[in-house]
């Protein structure tokens, strides 16, 4: 994985998981060790989800350049389905607070999204590529 794909999935994943932490505190404080549990779970979820997103779309803009917008959108579009996939399947489960799961999945998502945004801003990409300097014979 080149540098700037690593750069980019530690800033958006760092976050994200600053996020999950003070997600998984409050959530532990309101709701108990239910709410804890189904907040953590929440974190990992979308960090997991979103890093195998951002994983795949860089290997796809790398050998299919020609299909990355598309593939940009359809991945997106599958992961905010899958998410809420994961708040309807565990809606009414007993294992964790399903508030503080789904509220988390939300707003973990939200700070992925939006520290991936930022780090994509803030990255120094070359849209033209330079020309080879050297003597090839």
Do not use: C
């Amino acid at each position: 994985m080149p540098s700037n794909d690593v750069r980019t999935l530690l800033q958006a994943a760092v976050p994200t998981a600053a996020v999950g932490v003070v997600a998984t505190v409050v959530s532990g404080v309101v709701a108990g060790g239910k709410g804890a549990l189904g907040a953590g779970v929440a974190a990992v979820v979308v960090t997991v989800f979103m890093g195998i997103g951002l994983i795949v779309l860089q290997r796809t803009a790398r050998s299919l350049p020609h299909l990355f917008q598309g593939m940009g959108l359809l991945l997106y579009t599958t992961q905010v389905l899958a998410l809420f996939v994961f708040m309807a399947a565990f809606k009414d489960t007993s294992l964790f607070n399903p508030k503080a799961f789904a509220l988390t999945l939300v707003i973990a998502t939200l700070a992925w999204i939006a520290a991936q945004a930022r780090a994509h801003m803030k990255a120094k990409i070359l849209y033209i590529e330079p020309e080879k300097t050297g003597t090839s014979a």
